[in-house]
């Protein structure tokens, strides 16, 4: 059985940081792409990075802020997020695909529940 499991989401400060975290298991993880994507009220669900292998890419929202990572030895991956701002406030949502790396959600099979970013102004 898949299972992505969100972590590290809550309340800060504009200008602050905040480090998620999403532990996979039941999948390759190594030849996985993965994803955070991001929910707002009354908003669609939009990409906010992925990872490859050997690739990284980002919304351009969020470039020079915010970096994806991974641990394949964790069957983890990471969104490190700085330089936080009101408009990041969302639910964080990781997601695990199949090369390339792209943004859109059908591009990927397996999703976590989410955890909740609120950034406070």
């Known amino acids: 059985q898949v299972r992505l499991v969100e972590s590290g989401g809550g309340l800060v400060q504009a200008g602050g940081s905040l480090r998620l975290s999403c532990a996979t298991s039941?999948?390759?993880?190594?030849?996985?792409?993965m994803g955070w994507f991001r929910q707002a009220p009354g908003k669609e669900r939009e990409f906010v990075a992925g990872?490859?292998?050997?690739?990284?890419s980002y919304a351009d929202s969020v470039k020079g802020r915010f970096t994806i990572s991974r641990d394949n030895a964790k069957n983890t991956v990471y969104l490190q997020m700085n330089s936080l701002k009101p408009e990041d406030t969302a639910v964080y949502y990781c997601?695990?695909?199949?090369?390339?790396?792209?943004?859109?959600?059908?591009?990927?099979?397996?999703w976590g529940q989410g955890t909740q970013v609120t950034v406070s102004s």
């Open positions: 039941g999948l390759t993880f190594s030849t996985k792409i």
């Open positions: 997601a695990a695909g199949r090369p390339p790396i792209r943004t859109v959600q059908y591009a990927y099979d397996y």
């Open positions: 990872i490859s292998v050997s690739a990284t």
